[in-house]
């Protein structure tokens, strides 16, 4: 019998942080900007309805930590990200989504991995999606190398951990750090850097940073692949 999660769970799916300072003026600045950062709590209020829901669920668990690509931000709707539309590949599996817009490495340290223990359930499938907001922050940069290699020693063998589509340094040190987990730790790659993260006409959001609807599509076939890896 599939085992239940605590009635009394809470988590909140925003880090609580102000918007940082280049978002603001951007979102100031340009309607597409301000309209995608609009979905924000609105989503994250969505995630945590659907978290609820899972705890009165049965089946087996799929865990998802991550920041703003995880809670779909960008989508026409809080559950056409990627984790939306990998959820056919899962059928009969609870989602608990735990990702938060903004989220950083540290986050899903502090604030992801605590809450998931907390649910006293092992997760038959777990997701990992993070990084973007560290390498892309000077402040947070210099560190990232560091708390990645914190959070890949926490996950547990069989975790599906995606890697990041840049070519500078800082992603290439990233990578390295994933490649030799993915080798040496039983975890399983969401490969993003395959060239069909490269084209990116016609599958961003008005804001041009984050995935619409057909760019989360692509994500989530690359995370499909590799749970048929798992």
């Known amino acids: 019998m599939p085992e239940s999660l605590p ?5 909140s799916n925003l880090t609580g942080r102000p918007t940082g300072p280049v978002v603001s003026f951007l979102s100031r600045l340009l309607p597409g900007v301000r309209d995608v950062q609009a979905q924000t709590a609105p989503y994250a209020q969505a995630w945590a309805e659907h978290n609820r829901e899972a705890l009165v669920a049965t089946g087996p668990l799929w865990v998802v930590l ?3 690509m995880s809670q779909g931000i960008g989508a026409s709707r809080y559950d056409r990200g990627w984790v939306g539309q990998l959820a056919p590949s899962l059928p009969g599996h609870r989602c608990v989504n735990l990702s938060m817009s903004g989220g950083r490495i540290q986050d899903v340290l502090d604030l992801q991995l605590p809450a998931m223990a907390s649910l006293g359930v092992e997760p038959a499938v777990l997701t990992v999606m993070i990084g973007t907001n560290d390498l892309m922050s000077p ?3 210099g560190g990232a190398a560091r708390r990645l290699s914190m959070l890949l020693d926490r996950l547990p063998p069989g975790t599906i951990i995606g890697n990041q589509p840049g070519r500078y ?7 390295r750090l994933i490649d030799e987990a993915v080798a040496h730790r039983g975890q399983v790659l969401a490969e993003f850097r395959d060239p069909r993260m490269r084209g990116w006409k016609g599958r961003l ?4 940073f984050h995935p619409n ?6 994500m989530a076939e690359i995370v499909a692949e590799a749970l048929t890896r798992r």
Not at 7 to 11: L, N, S
Not at 169 to 175: K, M, R, T, V, Y
Not at 213 to 218: I, S
């Open 7 to 11: 009635a009394d769970f809470t988590f």
């Open 66 to 68: 991550g920041d703003s």
């Open 139 to 141: 402040p947070h940069r």
């Open 169 to 175: 340094s800082d992603a290439l040190e990233f990578n």
């Open 205 to 208: 959001a008005a804001d041009h």
């Open 213 to 218: 609807d057909a760019g989360y599509a692509v």
